[in-house]
T-cell receptor, first 113, second 113 residues
Framework: GNSVTQMEGPVTLSEEAFLTINCTYT??????LFWYVQYPGEGLQLLLK?????DKGSNKGFEATYRKETTSFHLEKGSVQVSDSAVYFC????????????FGSGTRLSIRP | DARVTQTPRHKVTEMGQEVTMRCQPI?????VFWYRQTMMQGLELLAY????????DSGMPKDRFSAEMPDATLATLKIQPSEPRDSAVYFC???????????FGSGTRLTVV
């Protein structure tokens, strides 16, 4: 079946550190891949997406590249800020017009000043 | 910015009472999801609709939960009777194209005492 596995948290970094949150997927077909972010007390927000192999999604300094050969979609940011503290969810979907999005379990990120 | 509106934001109720949560999807979006989020279980898909027709409600306890879309501007999730284990944050999300991702509301935090 289709599934998403992401790095367990919590992840704690100092401000300006480099961030990587790993995400791998299993899918039959060619899904779109997403990263969502959830700030405390809020709903999930779409952070970035990639719809086909080798696409790079980017937003707010975050990047992720759709790697079909390694079935991965790792989230990276070169220099994190305290305001990036949140829970990050990797997800896949878009197999068909009737398909749902499958979420990973989420990774909590805390940034120390 | 277009947004998904959920009401109420918070609800505290006694065990056995009926609870109704409402969602106004973004105008023009034809797919609506209901998710439940808890610390223990993470994000769980309860049900989703496309063009107001239910596509999958297998994640929902059928004996007490029901989800409907009486019209294109309103989705409802009802729990009757409510139980303490239903305490969670309930999110609604809407979208148009699966490959584009979905927009989440801010959620309804339900506490059943």
């Amino acid at each position: 079946g289709n599934s998403v596995t992401q790095m367990e948290g919590p992840v704690t970094l100092s401000e300006e550190a480099f961030l990587t949150i790993n995400c791998t997927y299993t899918a039959t077909g060619y899904p779109s891949l997403f990263w969502y972010v959830q700030y405390p007390g809020e709903g999930l927000q779409l952070l970035l997406k990639a719809t086909k192999a080798d696409d790079k999604g980017s937003n707010k300094g975050f990047e992720a590249t759709y790697r079909k050969e390694t079935t991965s979609f790792h989230l990276e940011k070169g220099s994190v800020q305290v305001s990036d503290s949140a829970v990050y969810f990797c997800a896949l979907g878009g197999f068909s017009s009737a398909s749902k999005i499958i979420f990973g379990s989420g990774t909590r990120l805390s940034i120390r000043p | 910015d277009a947004r998904v509106t959920q009401t109420p934001r918070h609800k505290v109720t006694e065990m056995g009472q009926e609870v109704t949560m409402r969602c106004q999807p973004i105008l023009g979006h034809n797919t609506v999801f209901w998710y439940r989020q808890t610390m223990m279980q993470g994000l769980e898909l309860l049900a989703y609709f496309r063009n107001r027709a239910p596509l999958d409600d297998s994640g929902m306890p059928k004996d007490r939960f029901s989800a409907e879309m009486p019209d294109a501007t309103l989705a409802t999730l009802k729990i009757q009777p409510s139980e303490p284990r239903d305490s969670a944050v309930y999110f609604c999300a809407s979208g148009l194209t699966p490959g584009e991702g979905y927009t989440f509301g801010s959620g309804t935090r339900l506490t059943v005492v």
